[in-house]
């Protein structure tokens, strides 16, 4: 049974870091992903990685401050949240999938996680 379990969700001031983690038991994904829902909006998508490693997307939202990377020996993905804003506040989701499509819509994935809180105070 395929089992998403993110780690690392937390309160910090505004300008703090936060290592988000995305530990994945059952089986291996080609694509795993980061997206996040504040309060009263949608599910937006956050990043996205490749199997390799070295193919990453991130949203204009996140460039320069967040980075994506996973550790496939360990099954892991993880998200390195640098400067955070109060609009970075949300609740995080990890996200897996098979192929090498598209990688920015929720509906393409069919793996979730139950989603960490971060929180970011002015």
């Known amino acids: 049974q395929v089992q998403l379990v993110e780690s690392g969700g937390g309160l910090v001031q505004a300008g703090g870091s936060l290592r988000l983690s995305c530990a994945a038991s059952?089986?291996?994904?080609?694509?795993m992903g980061w997206f996040r829902r504040a309060p009263g909006k949608e599910r937006e998508f956050v990043a996205a990685?490749?199997?390799?490693?070295?193919?990453?997307y991130l949203a204009d939202s996140v460039k320069g401050r967040f980075i994506i990377s996973r550790d496939n020996a360990k099954n892991t993905l993880y998200l390195q949240m640098n400067s955070l804003k109060p609009e970075d506040t949300a609740v995080y989701y990890c996200?897996?999938?098979?192929?090498?499509?598209?990688?920015?819509?929720?509906?393409?994935?069919?793996?979730w996680g139950q989603g960490t809180q971060v929180t970011v105070a002015s």
């Open positions: 059952g089986r291996a994904f080609s694509t």
């Open positions: 996200a897996a999938r098979n192929g090498d499509g598209a990688y920015n819509y929720a509906f393409l994935y069919d793996n």
């Open positions: 990685i490749r199997w390799s490693g070295s193919v990453t």
